[in-house]
């Protein structure tokens, strides 16, 4: 049985050991234990540091100046190496051992005060956290401490307390590094599976279409409305496609709308729908895009080409989450994401004061530009591949293979039409091509042989403008039309000579001449 004595001084240990550990740090148990220690021992100096994870630095805690462990110009050194206290007087400490910062630190104490340095294990099964105590006062006071019972139990408390901290601590920077590069893992292995799916249909493996994939997925996972700017082709829409079939939206609605390709008197009916009678022909009400919409995606395409005022209702649309179908008394509710796209730069139509600056900045909270076919030519050959293999499944054909020699052809191209032209010249070179074979240069469209209107030196002057792929309603007489341009330019620039202009198309001069003669072109 223990006697009341024994029993109180246990509780107030037990006080004592719970006020020590109330920091939750090591660092703070440590400054805790030593303040305890001088009040308890009545000492007018002490230190307590720790050696830090690498092994090599001795500090109070870690933001505080540190001692390197293996200059054995400070005593802790000693203590730490030796495993063993030491015990000296502070002249003889001062003699003796020339390290600055430890001199000053002990440059106000009286010269016969005496140093006790003694050097701290604490264990927890596997690991081990190491440090020391030093401390400084008149010699009765800290003669035979280690003696002591009531010093060594103290002594052992805190070198418990020390491990049970540092292991807690530990553990929870473990957790936590964990629990980080875990969220990072998700959220990168999560933005790599979207990335995949959009490679799926948005084919290329350049690095620009590698990072707008990345950035697609990005923007996918927010509400964020998007700006896509690129050259006609690039693929505004597929790409427009992608990020509503990977976003949270994906079981929405996908609605579509070509600004420049919708008279502006009905764009706006189109857009926000109509009540019944609200203009005369209206019989029934109907439902615009921006209703219809709702719950998904409404990608408008050509934005640059809006009308001001319909700028203006679109903005307040997106600013208020609402709008009033023409004719109608009542708001509608609305969400959706808007993709807007444009092949115009929207700054120079700012400028030009056709496009409001504060929509501009509405619909690109998050602005892509899509790279021009011409600006990752290394994606040639695998869309190429994917466009004949489409080719032959949507026309039930067998195989056709790409010849090496058409796809240099392909590859020395500029494409201003970018994909699409890609993909209009891969369906007609296919349509060419007996299955079973590889498509030839032959085969492709003459513009696919080299040298457009691009070619020509400055100030020469250009044919009318040729009709845009999607254009074309009559291939032979397209491909005529641009036969015809390209010969007569040649002509112009040789000044109508046709040798020269036979040798840089690659043609023999009889060819040319009888082009010239079926294409009733006369020269210059
Ligand atoms: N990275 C790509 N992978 C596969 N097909 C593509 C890619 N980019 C574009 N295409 C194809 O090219 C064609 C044109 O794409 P799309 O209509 O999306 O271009 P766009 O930039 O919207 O053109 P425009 O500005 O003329 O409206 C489509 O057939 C599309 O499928």
């Not at 292991?167 to 629990?179: I, P, S, W, Y």
């Not at 695998?382 to 052809?409: P, T, W």
Request: proline content about 5%; aromatic content about 4%.
């Amino acid at each position: 049985m223990h006697d009341r004595g024994e029993a109180a001084r246990a509780l107030a240990g037990m006080a004592e050991a719970l006020r020590l550990v109330e920091g939750r740090s090591p660092a703070e148990l440590r400054r805790r234990a030593l303040a305890l220690l001088r009040e308890g021992l009545a000492l007018p100096w002490g230190r307590c540091l720790a050696l830090d994870a690498s092994g090599r630095w001795l500090a109070e805690d870690a933001d505080q100046a540190r001692l390197a462990c293996d200059d054995f110009r400070h005593p802790y050194a000693h203590a730490i190496r030796r495993g063993e206290p030491l015990s000296l007087a502070l002249g003889e400490a001062r003699s003796r051992l020339d390290h600055e910062a430890f001199q000053a630190s002990i440059a106000g104490l009286a010269h016969d005060w005496r140093l006790v340095v003694r050097p701290l294990r604490a264990r927890d099964g596997r690991r081990e956290w190491l440090g020391v105590l030093a401390l400084a006062g008149p010699a009765e006071r800290l003669e035979a401490l280690a003696e002591r019972d009531d010093y060594r139990a103290f002594e052992a408390l805190l070198c418990h307390l020390w491990a049970w901290l540092a292991r807690q601590h530990d553990e929870r920077r473990d957790q936590a590094r964990l629990r980080d590069s875990l969220a990072e893992l998700n959220d990168g292995a999560r933005r790599r599976t979207l990335s995949e799916r959009l490679g799926r249909e948005i084919l290329g493996a350049s690095p620009a279409i590698r990072a707008l994939r990345d950035q697609l997925a990005r923007v996918a996972e927010t509400h964020l409305a998007v700006l896509l700017q690129g050259e006609t082709g690039t693929g505004k829409e597929l790409v427009a496609r992608g990020i509503h079939g990977v976003s949270p939206r994906a079981e929405g609605p996908f609605m579509a709308i070509n600004c420049a390709a919708i008279p502006e008197s009905l764009l706006e009916a189109e857009l926000f729908g109509h009540v019944r009678g609200a203009f005369s022909g209206a019989e029934r009400s109907r439902e615009g895009l921006l209703g219809q919409a709702d719950g998904g995606t409404l990608f408008l395409d050509e934005i640059g080409d809006m009308p001001l005022a319909l700028q203006a209702k679109l903005l307040r649309v997106l600013e208020s989450g609402r709008y009033r179908p023409l004719g109608g008394n009542e708001e509608r509710r609305v969400d959706l994401r808007l993709v807007a796209a444009t092949h115009q730069p929207l700054h120079r139509r700012i400028r030009e004061g056709a496009f409001r600056a504060d929509l501009y900045y509405r619909l690109g909270q998050f602005p892509l530009t899509l790279p021009a076919l011409r600006e990752r030519r290394e994606d040639i050959p695998a869309l190429a591949e994917a466009f004949i293999a489409d080719f032959c499944r949507r026309e039930g054909r067998g195989d056709i293979g790409l010849g090496r020699a058409a796809l240099r052809v392909l590859a020395a191209r500029d494409f201003p039409g970018n994909v699409r032209e890609l993909r209009n010249l891969i369906d007609y070179a296919c349509a060419m091509t007996p299955e079973g074979e590889d498509i030839q240069p032959e085969a492709l469209p003459p513009e696919a042989a080299g040298g457009g209107a691009e070619d020509l030196p400055a100030g020469e002057e250009q044919a009318p403008r040729r009709p845009g792929p999607e254009e074309v309603v009559d291939l032979r007489r397209a491909l005529r039309d641009y036969e015809a341009t390209l010969i007569q330019q040649r002509l112009a620039r040789y000044d109508g000579n046709r040798t020269l202009a036979a040798e840089s198309l690659g043609l023999p001069k009889r060819t040319l001449a009888h082009k010239c003669r079926q294409l009733q072109l006369d020269s210059p």
